[in-house]
């Protein structure tokens, strides 16, 4: 998804407001027009509820993590986490992927049988809003990255910088999200709040949503003889560098 489709949430409101006949605002947040106050609960919970329903790319965050031999295992996620990607977990320094996440009856386990320190491959559990890891104690210089979705869909305009947000506070605020798809399911909720029928809304919104996600990320080329062309030539059974020598 570009952000070349981003729209601004006054702009959000007055498209929605006149689809369905009410009067538009220049500064719709600031209104005392019930409808308006309504919207902007509602598209609230738009922007919540599309970050949950698919990975979207302009979501996609990165962390890095270098150990000290200090460290606690216990490290704070990034203040925009969402959620993990799952299997982007690797420790560069080895060039190893990071087991997990750990169950709790995994991480009880390692800690019961003394096993913290005897463990290969770095593993990890989410817990209490923080990523912890073994093996403890922590061996310095660890160099763990990993992916996750952020949960930040807004961009706040007041200071004339963007600044990302995840609460719709002003009317300047940019939504990052597609503004057809963003209008067509704020439309749909208040459709749904005022209990009239929503059946031609909650289509058209099922069709963009649809275009979207179908267009939101590339794809590799399919080829009936592998990723590489060939089942005899591809990136497990290969080296990274020398083959063909």
């Known amino acids: 998804m570009t952000t070349t489709s981003a729209i601004s949430v006054t702009a959000i409101m007055n498209r929605v407001a006149a689809e369905v006949g009410l009067e538009t605002n220049p500064d719709p947040l600031s209104s005392n027009d019930q409808h308006f106050k309504q919207m902007q609960f509602l598209l609230q919970t738009c922007g919540e509820e599309l970050c949950l329903a698919y990975p979207w790319e302009f979501l996609n965050g990165s962390h890095q993590i270098i150990t000290a031999a200090i460290d606690t295992g216990e490290y704070d996620l990034p203040s925009d986490f969402h959620y993990m990607i799952p299997q982007t977990g690797w420790e560069r320094a080895s060039n190893l992927p990071i087991s997990g996440p750990l169950s709790p009856q995994d991480w009880a386990y390692m800690l019961g049988r003394e096993l913290t ?129």
């Open 117 to 245: 320190n005897q463990v290969v491959y770095v593993s990890f559990r989410l817990r209490d809003g923080s990523f912890n890891i073994l093996p403890q104690p922590v061996p310095a210089g660890l160099d763990i990255h990993f992916e996750y979705q952020r949960k930040t869909w807004v961009e706040d305009m007041d200071t004339g910088i963007a600044v990302p947000s995840d609460q719709v506070l002003s009317g300047s605020d940019v939504v990052m999200f597609d503004r057809t798809l963003i209008t067509r399911m704020l439309k749909l909720k208040w459709l749904e709040s005022k209990g009239f029928d929503t059946s031609k809304s909650q289509d058209d919104f099922n069709q963009v949503f649809g275009f979207l996600t179908g267009k939101d990320k590339s794809a590799e080329v399919l080829s009936a003889g592998g990723k590489w062309g060939s089942s005899y030539l591809n990136d497990s059974n290969i080296p990274v560098t020398g083959f063909g020598q």
